[in-house]
């Protein structure tokens, strides 16, 4: 069965370092999304994306945040300079033209 | 705005008894529902999803949810628990006008007994 996947599966970084954070979408989806789990909270939508740009965003989303489709199959999300409060489970998420969404295993960042 | 509650952040259950985890969620058009449920230290797990057909979905491991405009609910239920149902459960919603992204409920962890 296809599946979305997310490495690395945790990564530590120090504050102030970039990070990417990459996903492999299930190959004919066209929409695919990040979201964030700050540890004992819930899940939170991070931004959308359709047809090579963002569609949405939510407000955490700053300027820090980017995601990129650099080719046909990668999806990232780069945080710029991350901060303590960016220690998080990301998660990918991809779908087609059916209303559910198909999610990775997740990436759990921690920043030090 | 489309929204979710899930009333009790915490839900303790003897084990063969009744699983009820409740949902409401706000949205001024019929939306699609989702139960997820997540083990500790792992990923999201599709449970069950509600897309417009029939009010009452079945999902894996024996949960069932049902439908309910009139109260505009999506109440997670399975007759009897086991250990193995002890996760963190999250009801979620989504909608075409907002891109199909999912909001998710806050989540409900649910203790099983022995």
């Known amino acids: 069965e296809p599946e979305v996947t997310q490495t690395p599966s945790h990564q530590v970084t120090q504050m102030g370092q970039e990070v990417i954070l990459r996903c492999v979408p299930i190959s004919n989806h066209l929409y695919f999304y990040w979201y964030r789990q700050i540890l004992g909270q819930k899940v939170e939508f991070l931004v959308s994306?359709?047809?090579?740009?963002?569609?949405?965003k939510s407000e955490i989303f700053d300027d820090q945040f980017s995601v990129e489709r650099p080719d046909g199959s990668n999806f990232t999300l780069k945080i710029r300079s991350t901060k303590l409060e960016d220690s998080a489970m990301y998660f990918c998420a991809s779908k087609d033209s059916l209303p559910e969404a198909f999610f990775g295993q997740g990436t759990r960042l921690t920043v030090v | 705005a489309q929204s979710v509650t899930q009333l009790g952040s915490h839900v303790s259950v003897s084990e063969g008894a009744l699983v009820l985890l409740r949902c409401n969620y706000s949205s001024s058009v019929p939306p699609y529902l989702f139960w997820y449920v997540q083990y500790p230290n792992q990923g999201l797990q599709l449970l069950l999803k509600?897309?417009?057909?029939?009010?009452l979905v079945k999902g894996i491991n024996g949960f069932e949810a049902e439908f309910k405009k009139s109260e505009t609910s999506f109440h997670l239920t399975k007759p009897s628990a086991h250990m193995s149902d002890a996760a963190e459960y999250f009801c979620a919603v989504s909608l075409p006008a907002g891109g199909f992204k999912t909001i998710f409920g806050a989540g409900t962890r649910l203790f099983v007994k022995a």
């Open positions: 509600y897309t417009s057909a029939a009010t």
């Open positions: 994306f359709y047809n090579n740009e963002i569609s949405e």
